[in-house]
Nanobody, 127 residues
Framework: QVQLVESGGGLVQPGGSLRLACVAS????????VAWFRQASGKEREGVAR????????AYADSVKGRFTISRDKAKNTVYLEMNSLKPEDTAIYYC????????????????????WGQGTQVTVSS
């Protein structure tokens, strides 16, 4: 049974940083495409960043380019989302998801490309 668990969310001031982690059980993440999504209250789920299997190609939403970085730690079976220069509009529940490794890494991720989802972690950016 595949399970993804996110952690690292919390309350941070504008301009601050957080690092989210997505740990998998029942699945070796390095062999799958993995993505981060977020959903703010009253808004649709938005694809934030994705990383492919193999060479670890990445792609980001325009709203986070240059501020967020997605990466893998194969030894820990974990995918991270490093978030810097956080803004109030980054406030949302953040989810990780995994899916078919053949998914092309082009542009931000779309929810229908991913099969397994975590429960989410809340990120609040506020002074």
């Amino acid at each position: 049974q595949v399970q993804l668990v996110e952690s690292g969310g919390g309350l941070v001031q504008p301009g601050g940083s957080l690092r989210l982690a997505c740990v998998a059980s029942g699945q070796t993440l390095q062999f799958y495409a993995v993505a981060w999504f977020r959903q703010a209250s009253g808004k649709e789920r938005e694809g934030v960043a994705r990383i492919g299997d193999g060479d670890g190609s990445t792609a980001y939403a325009d709203s986070v380019k240059g501020r967020f970085t997605i990466s893998r730690d194969k030894a820990k079976n974990t995918v991270y989302l490093e978030m810097n220069s956080l803004k109030p509009e980054d406030t949302a529940i953040y989810y990780c998801a995994s899916g078919d490794p053949r998914t092309p890494v082009r542009g931000p991720p779309s929810w229908y490309e991913y099969d397994y989802w975590g429960q989410g972690t809340q990120v609040t950016v506020s002074s």
